[in-house]
Antibody
Framework: QVQLQQWGAGLLKPSETLSLTCAVY????????WSWIRQPPGKGLEWIGE???????NYNPSLKSRVTISVDTSKNQFSLKLSSVTAADTAVYYCARGLSSRSLAGYYYYMDVWGKGTTVTVSS | SSELTQDPAVSVALGQTVRITCQGD??????ASWYQQKPGQAPVLVIY???NRPSGIPDRFSGSSSGNTASLTITGAQAEDEADYYCNSRDSSGKVVFGGGTKLTVL
């Protein structure tokens, strides 16, 4: 049973850098896309970006200038850095495992394993 | 703004059938996946691909698609199905997108 365990600082001041890490236990690291998603209080899910085992990244254009996602395959971990945070970055941040493939019926993408979430608050 | 559009709220009487829809151009190429999220919890995958349920998801949950619209159907809704539901896919540029979410109320 694959599990994702995430951790990182929960309280930041404006202009600081958010840093979170997600560890993958009980499964292969390769063959998947490892994503970060966030959810502001009372709002919907927003995809931040993803990385695969070889380090190829794909970011949400709205956050791309501030986001860095990296991977440490030796530890089966991937990390998120979001620079110059403001109050608008206050949210619950999730890590998740994604699978993108193609069947005879068409393309599909889904996230089947999620971390429990980390609440990040940005306040002066 | 989301590139996948969902109705903000839907209600269903206990034991009845409800359909939650998701519209977007990306759904012409990608099947939608669907997630259930209860308050204070992480999302849970309930449907992926053409109509696949992960292990442990009741068979009252099913998925379908036509053109640019994907649907999640709950046949015989239960009180525990009350939650927020999100659709998800990749868009034409390969980015991952979520719908804005639908709040399901079971009456």
């Amino acid at each position: 049973q694959v599990q994702l365990q995430q951790w990182g600082a929960g309280l930041l001041k404006p202009s600081e850098t958010l840093s979170l890490t997600c560890a993958v236990y009980g499964g292969s690291f390769s063959g998947y896309y490892w994503s970060w998603i966030r959810q502001p209080p009372g709002k919907g899910l927003e995809w931040i970006g993803e990385i695969n085992h070889s380090g190829s990244t794909n970011y949400n254009p709205s956050l791309k200038s501030r986001v860095t996602i990296s991977v440490d395959t030796s530890k089966n971990q991937f990390s998120l850095k979001l620079s110059s945070v403001t109050a608008a970055d206050t949210a619950v941040y999730y890590c998740a495992r994604g699978l993108s493939s193609r069947s005879l019926a068409g393309y599909y993408y889904y996230m089947d394993v999620w971390g429990k979430g980390t609440t990040v608050t940005v306040s002066s | 703004s989301s590139e996948l559009t969902q109705d903000p709220a839907v209600s269903v009487a206990l034991g009845q059938t409800v359909r939650i829809t998701c519209q977007g151009d990306s759904l012409r190429s990608y099947y939608a996946s669907w997630y259930q999220q209860k308050p204070g919890q992480a999302p849970v995958l309930v449907i992926y691909g053409k109509n696949n349920r992960p292990s442990g998801i009741p068979d009252r949950f099913s998925g379908s698609s036509s053109g640019n619209t994907a649907s999640l159907t709950i046949t015989g809704a239960q009180a525990e199905d009350e939650a927020d539901y999100y659709c998800n896919s990749r868009d034409s540029s390969g980015k991952v997108v979520f719908g804005g979410g639908t709040k399901l109320t079971v009456l």
